[in-house]
């Protein structure tokens, strides 16, 4: 991916890799990773000869150039803000705002992912928390291309074999987590919201990311999966395995894709159907007690 060297000397390109794949953030030489960036800290690398997988080009809101007509294509509230995704024949494009009347940020990109820009207000206190954002929806995006996907699950380490508990927020996945936590020996939380998972010769494997919700963990790590299980709340412990399409069904409404993007959606169903077969897939009624965690842990290691 090249740049206008005009761009790049006037700005500093700071190296990033999660779940092995790089990229990079244009961004001005002064702007302090250290305390702005606090979760990518763990994935910064120095040096490398690697070509990025992208790289975005962080501006000012003011230089926004005059937007062209966009269709609305979705809009709605969760973890990063008040969010308004947007699209032409060419283009995609998603507005952030934290707070109701606050300022409204912009990411704008072209539909091979080879310009993206990111457009920020500077002085917005919430600036390094919507970057932090941004990052999340482009990589997101673009590893679906690459056998990879960024699942929103709770996931644990036990006995070097990665868990991963999904369900709607509020389900109790970070609860589910801390039961293995406490019941287990050396089990360990990987990430509490948004794991990578990754195909490599036929082996799924999970890795750390910057994307943690509420619970600082991220760690730069890395695991074979040996199970997933989607949770749902319920007064008896039960665990029902799934196979086929019913794996693939409790996969699919976890996973981070822009559904409008069809080749990138296509892309991702393929991944999910591969992992869905390579690994214990279940479905998991339960009480937020020690003999769920113990169920689950004895179904998913079969």
Known sequence: MEFDKRTIQMKRIFKFSVADFLFGLLLPEDYDIKKELVPLLPFYIEDTNTDFLFIIDCEDRAKTPRESEQKLLEESENDMGHICLMSDDNHFSVSFCQTPGGKEHLLCWDKMYTHIRAYLHWEDPYASRVLLSMVRVIFSQVILAE????????????????FLFMGRSGTGKSTHADLWRAHFPDCELINDDNPILKIEKEQVWIYGSPWSGK???????????KGIVRLRQSPQNLFCEKNGVDAFLQLLPGASVIKQDKERYNALCGTLVRISTLVSVGV????????????CMDNLNK
Do not use: F, T, W
Not at 215 to 225: A, D, F, L
Not at 288 to 295: H, K, M, S, T, W
């Open 284 to 295: 998991m009624e339960c009480l937020p007690n020690q003999e769920a965690a113990q169920i």
């Open 215 to 225: 619970r600082h963990c991220y760690r730069n790590v890395k695991y074979p999966v």
């Open 147 to 162: 056998n990879a996907v960024a699942l929103h699950a709770s996931a644990v380490q036990l006995d070097g074999y990665a």
